[in-house]
């Protein structure tokens, strides 16, 4: 079981990382009457995430998620609504004393997110998801896997205010509360049944988006996260209680209302120092 959480965590994690994208959406949405489409997407989310030799037992991860979804925009509301659906791969390893642990896994789940403009500079952002998962396990290459069942769920509150904006720039911070829940459930065989984890999180981000042409926008972001509560499942390794993140990204119309966009992110701090995120996407507007 010892990839279990670290794996699932990951699957999640593309999901949870969508405050600048809606806040984003808000900014570049024309005037609506009512509910309104106002955009379809696709995105691939890759990661591969590595832990330092000051762990015990060191886990590496390589996950790979495919995302779809939709941008209503909610005019009666003030507010812009986004759900997906993500399908996810994952592959890992690590060792300890007494094996070589390998795993595979794969994970289906939806989200929404909603950004509401309370003024002008001030905007709220609220989220909600589920990731159903199964991991197998195998031990020193043996033939037969260690089945584990995964489920998580989460929800996020965030606040944030543009502290700076101009023609083609603007400056914004964040703040958000994520709060985790997972629960697994083990082969028969193993020694214990099942367990749950509890994490909840606050995430202070600084973020920038500049107008490079009338086609391109580029982004930076530097975030701050603190694990508030840090409960992990039976025999995981404990997570990293402070780590910051830092993002860089770019859009790009390529033809009238088709967007492309790519963001790319590292670890800093922390037992996964280095280990890097990304994103690639097309977006299509109404």
Not at 49 to 75: E, T
Not at 95 to 115: E, K, L, W
């Amino acid at each position: 079981m010892a990839l279990a959480g670290m794996a699932l965590g990951f699957l999640a994690s593309p999901a949870i990382a969508q405050d600048s994208s809606v806040y984003l959406a808000t900014q570049e949405m024309e005037p609506a009457q009512a509910f309104e489409l106002y955009g379809v997407f696709s995105e691939l989310n890759f990661s591969s995430i590595s832990q330092d030799n000051s762990v015990s037992h060191p886990v590496s991860s390589r996950n790979i998620g495919l995302r779809v979804g939709a941008i209503v925009v909610a005019a009666p509301l003030n507010s812009v609504i986004v759900p997906s659906v993500t399908v996810n791969g994952i592959s890992g390893s690590t060792t300890n004393p007494f094996a070589t642990i390998d795993t595979t896994g794969r994970a289906v789940g939806a989200d929404v997110f909603a950004s509401y403009a309370l003024t002008e500079k001030i905007d709220l952002t609220a989220g909600a998801g589920i990731s159903i998962g199964r991991n197998e396990l195998t031990f020193n290459g043996g033939a037969v896997p260690s089945i584990t069942n995964l489920q998580t769920y989460f929800a996020s509150l965030g606040l944030g205010y543009v502290l700076y904006q101009s023609e083609g720039m603007t400056v914004r911070l964040s703040d958000r509360l994520t709060f985790g829940y997972t629960h697994a459930d083990y082969d028969p065989l193993n020694s214990v049944d099942e367990s749950s984890a509890r994490t909840l999180e606050n995430r202070l981000s600084l973020s920038a988006f500049y107008d490079l042409t009338d086609a391109t926008t580029l982004d930076a972001d530097i975030s701050l996260v603190n694990l508030i509560v840090a409960q992990q499942l039976e025999a995981e390794n404990p997570p990293d209680r402070m780590y910051g993140l830092v993002s860089l990204g770019i859009s790009h119309e390529v033809a009238d209302n088709i967007d492309i966009y790519g963001r790319g992110s590292i670890v800093a701090g922390g037992t996964r120092t280095g280990s890097v995120l990304g994103q690639i996407g097309i977006r299509t507007r109404f």
